[in-house]
Protein backbone atom coordinates (compact mmCIF):
# COMPACT_ATOMS: atom_id res chain seq x y z
CA UNK A 1 0.00 0.00 0.00
CA UNK A 2 1.18 3.24 -0.70
CA UNK A 3 1.13 6.02 2.07
CA UNK A 4 -1.24 8.13 0.35
CA UNK A 5 -3.65 5.25 0.12
CA UNK A 6 -3.29 4.79 3.70
CA UNK A 7 -4.09 8.30 4.67
CA UNK A 8 -7.17 8.51 2.77
CA UNK A 9 -8.55 4.88 3.90
CA UNK A 10 -8.58 6.70 7.19
CA UNK A 11 -10.19 9.79 6.53
CA UNK A 12 -12.53 8.23 4.92
CA UNK A 13 -13.67 5.87 7.83
CA UNK A 14 -13.23 8.55 10.23
CA UNK A 15 -15.87 10.74 8.14
CA UNK A 16 -17.79 7.99 7.09
CA UNK A 17 -17.82 5.42 9.90
CA UNK A 18 -20.77 6.56 11.32
CA UNK A 19 -19.37 6.71 14.46
CA UNK A 20 -19.00 3.24 15.23
CA UNK A 21 -16.55 2.10 17.46
CA UNK A 22 -14.79 -0.72 14.95
CA UNK A 23 -14.86 1.85 12.52
CA UNK A 24 -13.11 4.39 14.48
CA UNK A 25 -10.50 2.42 15.98
CA UNK A 26 -9.65 1.08 12.27
CA UNK A 27 -9.44 4.47 10.99
CA UNK A 28 -6.61 5.06 13.67
CA UNK A 29 -5.13 1.70 12.63
CA UNK A 30 -4.95 3.43 9.55
CA UNK A 31 -3.63 6.27 10.22
CA UNK A 32 -1.19 5.11 12.72
CA UNK A 33 -0.20 2.84 10.23
CA UNK A 34 0.58 5.68 8.01
CA UNK A 35 2.51 7.52 10.43
CA UNK A 36 4.87 4.47 10.72
CA UNK A 37 5.17 4.32 7.00
CA UNK A 38 6.38 7.79 7.03
CA UNK A 39 8.90 7.43 9.66
CA UNK A 40 10.25 4.49 7.92
CA UNK A 41 10.84 6.18 4.55
CA UNK A 42 12.24 9.18 6.65
CA UNK A 43 15.03 6.81 7.83
CA UNK A 44 15.32 4.90 5.09
CA UNK A 45 15.98 8.17 2.85
CA UNK A 46 18.33 9.58 5.87
CA UNK A 47 20.02 6.20 5.60
CA UNK A 48 20.66 6.43 1.87
CA UNK A 49 21.65 9.87 2.44
CA UNK A 50 24.44 8.66 4.90
CA UNK A 51 25.74 6.07 2.74
CA UNK A 52 25.85 8.28 -0.33
CA UNK A 53 28.11 10.73 2.13
CA UNK A 54 30.53 8.34 3.15
CA UNK A 55 31.08 6.73 -0.20
CA UNK A 56 31.55 10.32 -1.63
CA UNK A 57 33.90 11.05 1.28
CA UNK A 58 35.28 7.32 0.80
CA UNK A 59 36.13 8.03 -3.22
CA UNK A 60 37.69 11.95 -2.46
CA UNK A 61 40.02 10.26 -0.30
CA UNK A 62 41.08 7.61 -2.39
CA UNK A 63 41.64 9.55 -5.02
CA UNK A 64 43.65 12.33 -3.00
CA UNK A 65 45.76 8.74 -1.86
CA UNK A 66 46.21 8.22 -5.37
CA UNK A 67 47.64 11.82 -6.03
CA UNK A 68 50.04 12.01 -3.52
CA UNK A 69 50.96 8.21 -3.03
CA UNK A 70 50.64 6.71 -6.48
CA UNK A 71 51.29 3.18 -4.91
CA UNK A 72 54.82 2.21 -6.22
CA UNK A 73 56.29 3.39 -2.21
CA UNK A 74 58.00 1.11 -0.22
CA UNK A 75 59.22 2.08 2.81
CA UNK A 76 61.40 4.70 4.22
CA UNK A 77 65.07 5.39 3.89
CA UNK A 78 67.77 7.88 4.53
CA UNK A 79 71.74 7.70 5.34
CA UNK A 80 71.73 4.43 7.50
CA UNK A 81 68.70 2.29 6.40
CA UNK A 82 68.90 1.83 1.74
CA UNK A 83 66.12 0.70 -0.52
CA UNK A 84 65.66 -3.11 -1.13
CA UNK A 85 66.58 -3.79 -4.78
CA UNK A 86 64.40 -2.32 -7.14
CA UNK A 87 63.60 0.62 -5.46
CA UNK A 88 65.61 3.93 -5.11
CA UNK A 89 65.67 6.81 -2.34
CA UNK A 90 64.09 10.10 -2.98
CA UNK A 91 63.89 12.31 -0.11
CA UNK A 92 62.53 9.93 2.67
CA UNK A 93 60.62 7.23 0.67
CA UNK A 94 61.64 4.44 -1.44
CA UNK A 95 60.13 3.96 -4.58
CA UNK A 96 59.77 1.83 -7.54
CA UNK A 97 62.49 2.01 -10.40
CA UNK A 98 61.57 3.39 -13.70
CA UNK A 99 61.95 0.66 -16.09
CA UNK A 100 63.55 1.29 -19.46
CA UNK A 101 61.88 3.83 -21.79
CA UNK A 102 60.31 5.83 -18.62
CA UNK A 103 61.13 9.31 -17.73
CA UNK A 104 63.74 9.98 -15.13
CA UNK A 105 65.00 13.60 -13.54
CA UNK A 106 68.08 12.21 -11.49
CA UNK A 107 70.50 9.17 -12.10
CA UNK A 108 69.69 6.49 -9.69
CA UNK A 109 66.56 5.95 -10.66
CA UNK A 110 66.52 3.78 -13.46
CA UNK A 111 66.41 -0.27 -12.64
CA UNK A 112 69.48 -2.26 -12.27
CA UNK A 113 71.08 -2.23 -16.41
CA UNK A 114 69.77 1.46 -17.15
CA UNK A 115 70.77 4.79 -16.39
CA UNK A 116 68.58 8.19 -16.73
CA UNK A 117 70.00 9.90 -19.96
CA UNK A 118 68.50 12.81 -21.31
CA UNK A 119 65.68 12.14 -19.45
CA UNK A 120 65.32 8.50 -20.38
CA UNK A 121 65.44 5.51 -18.85
CA UNK A 122 68.37 4.19 -20.81
CA UNK A 123 69.62 0.45 -21.10
CA UNK A 124 73.64 0.17 -21.00
CA UNK A 125 74.41 3.56 -20.02
CA UNK A 126 76.30 4.51 -17.08
CA UNK A 127 76.41 7.40 -14.77
CA UNK A 128 79.03 9.71 -15.86
CA UNK A 129 78.10 9.30 -19.74
CA UNK A 130 76.76 11.94 -22.23
CA UNK A 131 73.43 12.57 -20.96
CA UNK A 132 74.22 11.53 -17.48
CA UNK A 133 73.11 14.22 -14.66
CA UNK A 134 76.00 15.65 -12.79
CA UNK A 135 76.80 18.35 -10.00
CA UNK A 136 80.15 18.98 -11.31
CA UNK A 137 82.46 18.30 -14.62
CA UNK A 138 84.39 15.43 -12.72
CA UNK A 139 81.63 13.73 -12.27
CA UNK A 140 81.55 13.12 -16.25
CA UNK A 141 83.82 10.17 -17.91
CA UNK A 142 86.53 11.76 -19.65
CA UNK A 143 88.07 15.44 -19.98
CA UNK A 144 86.01 16.27 -22.97
CA UNK A 145 82.91 16.25 -21.26
CA UNK A 146 80.96 19.67 -19.52
CA UNK A 147 78.59 19.47 -16.44
CA UNK A 148 75.79 22.09 -18.66
CA UNK A 149 72.26 23.09 -17.14
CA UNK A 150 70.14 21.59 -20.21
CA UNK A 151 66.60 23.86 -19.16
CA UNK A 152 64.75 21.09 -21.81
CA UNK A 153 65.73 18.21 -19.84
CA UNK A 154 65.58 19.49 -16.18
CA UNK A 155 65.53 22.92 -14.86
CA UNK A 156 67.26 22.09 -11.78
CA UNK A 157 70.12 19.67 -12.61
CA UNK A 158 72.71 19.94 -14.78
CA UNK A 159 74.16 17.08 -17.49
CA UNK A 160 77.22 15.46 -18.93
CA UNK A 161 77.38 17.15 -22.58
CA UNK A 162 80.30 16.58 -25.02
CA UNK A 163 82.63 19.36 -26.21
CA UNK A 164 81.92 20.65 -29.67
CA UNK A 165 83.58 19.31 -32.62
CA UNK A 166 85.09 21.36 -35.30
CA UNK A 167 82.56 23.23 -37.52
CA UNK A 168 79.62 22.13 -35.11
CA UNK A 169 77.53 25.41 -34.50
CA UNK A 170 78.10 27.28 -31.39
CA UNK A 171 75.88 29.57 -31.07
CA UNK A 172 74.75 33.00 -31.57
CA UNK A 173 72.89 31.17 -28.65
CA UNK A 174 75.13 29.02 -26.62
CA UNK A 175 73.57 26.37 -25.23
CA UNK A 176 76.43 25.21 -22.40
CA UNK A 177 74.79 26.96 -19.83
CA UNK A 178 77.33 26.28 -17.23
CA UNK A 179 76.62 26.66 -13.03
CA UNK A 180 79.83 28.38 -12.62
CA UNK A 181 79.84 28.27 -8.33
CA UNK A 182 78.30 24.21 -7.19
CA UNK A 183 78.22 24.26 -3.41
CA UNK A 184 81.07 27.11 -2.86
CA UNK A 185 83.12 25.19 -5.34
CA UNK A 186 83.66 27.23 -8.26
CA UNK A 187 83.94 25.52 -11.45
CA UNK A 188 86.17 26.95 -14.93
CA UNK A 189 84.75 27.53 -17.71
CA UNK A 190 84.05 24.31 -20.18
CA UNK A 191 83.91 24.12 -23.68
CA UNK A 192 81.83 24.74 -25.77
CA UNK A 193 84.25 23.63 -28.06
CA UNK A 194 86.68 20.94 -27.47
CA UNK A 195 90.66 21.95 -26.84
CA UNK A 196 92.36 23.46 -29.78
CA UNK A 197 88.98 25.26 -31.56
CA UNK A 198 87.27 28.48 -30.63
CA UNK A 199 83.84 29.95 -31.09
CA UNK A 200 84.06 32.07 -33.86
CA UNK A 201 81.57 34.35 -35.70
CA UNK A 202 81.03 33.31 -39.69
CA UNK A 203 78.22 34.31 -42.38
CA UNK A 204 77.69 36.97 -45.07
CA UNK A 205 74.14 37.84 -44.26
CA UNK A 206 73.43 37.43 -40.58
CA UNK A 207 75.83 36.07 -37.34
CA UNK A 208 76.24 32.52 -36.95
CA UNK A 209 78.78 31.06 -34.91
CA UNK A 210 81.05 27.32 -35.27
CA UNK A 211 83.95 25.44 -33.14
CA UNK A 212 87.12 26.15 -35.40
CA UNK A 213 90.92 25.65 -35.08
CA UNK A 214 92.33 28.50 -33.59
CA UNK A 215 94.05 30.55 -35.61
CA UNK A 216 98.01 31.01 -34.86
CA UNK A 217 99.08 34.59 -34.67
Known amino acids: MTLKFLIEIGLFLIIHGNNMQND ?3 ARDFLQLAIDETKFMSSKKNSISEVDQSTEINDKAKKKDELCC ?14 IPGYFCD ?22 GSECQYGIC ?9 GTFCDLSKDCTGSLMCCIR ?3 INRLHSICKPMLEEHESCGPINLFHQEITTNAHVEPMCGPCKPGL ?3 AVGIHGQHNVCLRVKDS
Open 122 to 130: TKGVKAGDA
Open 24 to 26: ENL
Open 91 to 112: GMFCYKCHQEGQTCNLNGVCCE
Open 198 to 200: SCQ
Open 150 to 152: EMS
Open 70 to 83: PGDIYGRCDINQQC
